[in-house]
C-alpha cells in the first residue's frame, strides 16, 4: 500500500463516497404519498416471462462504507462550492458535456477545476498523514500504518 495519497486515490474515494450516498436509504425527508402492499401489476405477457431485464439493487452500503463516505464528505470543506459540485458530479460519473452545462463552463475550465481539486485535496491529506503518521481511517477499509 502507497504511503501518500495520489489523485488516483481521492478519485475513487470520491466514486466510492457517492456509491454509497446513493446506496443509503434515508427516510422522512420527504413525504411518502400513497402506497399499496400488493404486488406490482403485470401488464404484458413479456414481463411475466423474464424477457425484461432484471433489475438487482446492491442493497444498503456497510458501515466502513459509510465510515469512510462521512470522510470523504468533510474533504469537501476545504473547497469552493463550484469545486465541490463539480467533484461531486464527476464522482456520479455524469458525462462533462451534461457537467459543462450544468456549471457553465467549458470543458477545459471544468476539467482543470476537477483537477486542481482533486491535487488540493491530496496535498492536504498527505500533510496530514505526514503530521499523523498514516493514512486516516485506512483505504477502502485497509489500515496502514
Not at 32 to 57: F, L, Q
Not at 88 to 99: G, I, N, Q, S, T
Not at 123 to 143: D, E, R, Y
Request: hydrophobic share 45%.
Amino acid at each position: 500500500m502507497a504511503d501518500k495519497w495520489t489523485p488516483k486515490m481521492v478519485a475513487a474515494r470520491l466514486e466510492e463516497a457517492a456509491s454509497t450516498l446513493r446506496r443509503l436509504k434515508v427516510s422522512g425527508l420527504k413525504p411518502k404519498g400513497y402506497g399499496s402492499s400488493w404486488p406490482d401489476v403485470i401488464h404484458d405477457s413479456m414481463e411475466a416471462y423474464g424477457w425484461n431485464r432484471a433489475v438487482v439493487s446492491l442493497g444498503p452500503p456497510p458501515a466502513d462504507a459509510i465510515s469512510r463516505m462521512d470522510e470523504t464528505i468533510a474533504w469537501l470543506r476545504w473547497l469552493e462550492p463550484d469545486h465541490v459540485r463539480l467533484l461531486w458530479l464527476r464522482a456520479e460519473r455524469m458525462p462533462w458535456k451534461l457537467v459543462m452545462s450544468r456549471l457553465g463552463v467549458a470543458r477545459s475550465t471544468a476539467s482543470s477545476w476537477w483537477m486542481a481539486s482533486i491535487m488540493q485535496i491530496v496535498a492536504i491529506l498527505n500533510v496530514q498523514q505526514k503530521m499523523s503518521g498514516h493514512l486516516s481511517a485506512g483505504h477502502f477499509g485497509q489500515n496502514v500504518t
